[in-house]
């Protein structure tokens, strides 16, 4: 089945940048996600990507999509302390019509004061 | 804005119980899923429904079985929990089409099988 990666921990300051990436292995994906799950609840929707553009941006967040290494990044610009949580990367399967969703393991980004 | 709400955030129960995670929606959306979230593995996905009495099985369906009787409602169902089911179930609803398909979560159920 089609998989989708991502490292399991990250570090920063809070103040600094963070960069979360993801790769996956789904040519035929349209759209990609990314998810915010905090401690002890459901996973909240932070933005999406369609396939056919490269960047994104929402406020402080900036999702880079490079489609041809079916790489996938998301930077927070001026971290902060409530963003300290778990994000999952996913993407719709594209040639299924499951309209499921294929999710990485999670990274865990702890913001240290 | 999207609702989803799940019946129980936390259950123990012992080997061999049948158990039921309930899943409501409050609106007429027609995709609903469960998935199991486990450390290190991410969302894995059990069961998915397009409409009304309609189920496909996911990724990871041994030992579990769904219902929709209802559109609002899916229902998860552990004929005869095991220790190995213990995990976070989380159930979502989809918004759009086989390419496009938003999900939104409810805040999980953490099954914890004795």
């Known amino acids: 089945g089609e998989d989708v990666e991502q490292s399991l921990f990250l570090s920063v300051r809070e103040g600094d940048s963070s960069v979360i990436n993801c790769t996956y292995t789904?040519?035929?994906?349209?759209?990609l996600y990314w998810y915010k799950q905090e401690p002890g609840a459901g996973l909240q929707l932070l933005t999406y990507?369609?396939?056919?553009?490269d960047m994104k941006q929402d406020q402080r967040l900036t999702v880079l999509l490079n489609k041809k290494d079916k790489h996938l990044s998301l930077r927070i610009a001026d971290t902060q302390t409530g963003d300290s949580a778990i994000y999952f990367c996913?993407?719709?399967?594209?040639?299924?019509?499951?309209?499921?969703?294929?999710f990485g393991s999670g990274t865990r980004l702890q913001v240290q004061p | 804005d999207v609702k989803v709400t799940q019946s129980s955030r936390y259950l123990v129960k012992r080997t061999g119980e049948k158990v039921f995670l309930e899943c409501v929606q409050d609106?007429?959306?027609?995709?609903m899923f469960w998935y199991r979230q486990d450390p290190g593995l991410g969302l894995r996905l059990i069961y998915f429904?397009?409409?009304?009495?309609?189920?496909e099985k996911g990724d990871i369906p041994e030992g579990y079985s769904v219902s929709r009787e209802k559109k609002e409602r899916f229902s998860l169902i552990l004929e005869s929990a095991s220790t190995n089911q213990t995990s976070m179930y989380l159930c979502a609803i989809g918004l759009g089409t086989a390419n496009k398909n938003i999900q939104y979560f409810g805040a999980g159920t953490r099954l914890s099988v004795l």
């Open positions: 990507i369609f396939s056919n553009m």
């Open positions: 789904d040519s035929s994906s349209t759209y």
């Open positions: 996913a993407e719709i399967e594209g040639n299924t019509g499951r309209r499921a969703l294929t």
């Open positions: 609106m007429d959306h027609e995709n």
């Open positions: 429904s397009y409409d009304v009495k309609m189920k």
